[in-house]
């Protein structure tokens, strides 16, 4: 899905998508800031990946231009770093490769951007083990039969390979194929209808994608088994902070006895955040939620007043459990996250 060439990086351009499968190939810091900033690349191990990249490409192509590629390094960071505030993951790869540049800096130019090179791409093969052992945990969570509630896009789309929520539905897909899951189509930017239709189609995984609004009636209904979702950060206490509307979904679980679960890798494990009141919420443009067109025509004022907030935080009271590629961790999160990141660091 992201490929970091030599002085390059391709990706297929996520806001095309069901429409239109074409990469991107980006070549300077701010092509990598504008496709992180506009969605191009997205979801939180994603854009840590593509963090990651942005800083070894820089580097190389200051090596090629016969600058320091150490100073490159470090201005592609802090312009990386702040083009979307809430995915933990982004600071934490970015961060990552600065503090590689520092301990290889005295081996010269040429071993500094092979190491943020390799380092880069390496970051994407252990974002994809992470999720795949994530799906081995997590489908010891679902019975047969499930119907798993999923929102936003959490695939390989979002990680680089394999997916979080995605994954623990594909590994419990492989071994129960009349598991089936339900899409929200997630306001404003549809990623569920977009993406995880998209992805779910070429998986083979019948799916029922609806809207937001319908998955209270669908549980009361005792349509929803399961509801499993991403994270963009957790905090300290387990409070996770994902795309807009999963907090209204863990609400709506816990009202109807659904279990509802949050598959995330330890990458995405903030513990210098202690709640998610702490945790900062990207606010986007009012275009992205009033520029809906129904047949063409807009379907809000041009200039309607608009809140756009891209994320929310999910209280842990809500969450059953949280499933890492440690395992699977239940309440008191505050021990159990703990625990998974000395065991991750081990
Ligand atoms: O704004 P997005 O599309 O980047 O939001 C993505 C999400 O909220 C995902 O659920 C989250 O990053 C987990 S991805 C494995």
Not at 193 to 208: F, M, N, V
Not at 279 to 291: F, L
Request: hydrophobic share 45%.
């Amino acid at each position: 899905m992201i490929d970091l060439g030599e002085g390059v990086i391709t990706l297929l351009d996520q806001r095309l998508l069901p429409a239109e499968e074409r990469r991107l190939s980006l070549t300077s810091t701010e092509e990598v800031v504008r496709a992180i900033a506009s969605l191009a690349i997205r979801g939180a191990p994603a854009i840590g990946v593509a963090g990651a990249m942005g800083v070894a490409l820089a580097a190389r192509r200051a090596l090629d231009a016969g600058d320091d590629p150490a100073e490159a390094a470090r201005a592609a960071a802090a312009a990386l770093r702040v083009a979307r505030p809430t995915a933990v993951n982004l600071g934490w790869a970015v961060d990552a490769q600065l503090a590689r540049a520092r301990d290889v800096a005295a081996h010269g130019p040429q071993r500094l951007v092979a190491t943020l090179e390799d380092a880069a791409r390496s970051l994407q093969g252990a974002e994809v083990r992470r999720c795949e052992q994530i799906g081995a945990h997590g489908r010891a969570l679902i019975g047969r039969g499930a119907r798993i509630l999923t929102h936003c896009n959490t695939g390989a789309l979002a990680t680089g390979g394999y997916g979080t929520a995605l994954g623990v539905i594909r590994a419990a897909h492989e071994a129960d194929p009349t598991v089936r899951a339900v899409v929200d189509e997630t306001r404003p930017l549809l990623q569920g209808a977009r993406l995880t239709t998209w992805e779910l189609g070429r998986l083979g995984i019948a799916y029922t994608l609806i809207c937001d609004s319908m998955a209270a009636s669908l549980m009361a209904d005792g349509r929803v088994s399961d509801v499993i979702v991403g994270a963009d950060r957790i905090a300290a206490n387990g409070d996770v902070a994902n795309k807009i509307g999963t907090y209204g979904l863990a609400v709506l679980a816990r009202e109807h006895d659904v279990p509802f679960y949050v598959a995330a890798p330890t990458s995405t494990v903030d513990l210098s955040t202690p709640s998610g009141r702490d945790i900062a919420i990207e606010e986007r443009s009012a275009e992205e939620v009033r520029g809906v067109q129904l047949e063409g025509r807009p379907a809000a004022p041009s200039d309607a007043p608009v809140a756009n907030p891209a994320f929310d935080a999910t209280p842990a009271r809500l969450i059953s459990a949280i499933i890492t590629e440690r395992g699977i961790h239940r309440p008191p999160f505050e021990r159990t996250l703990v625990a998974a990141l000395e065991a991750a660091e081990s």
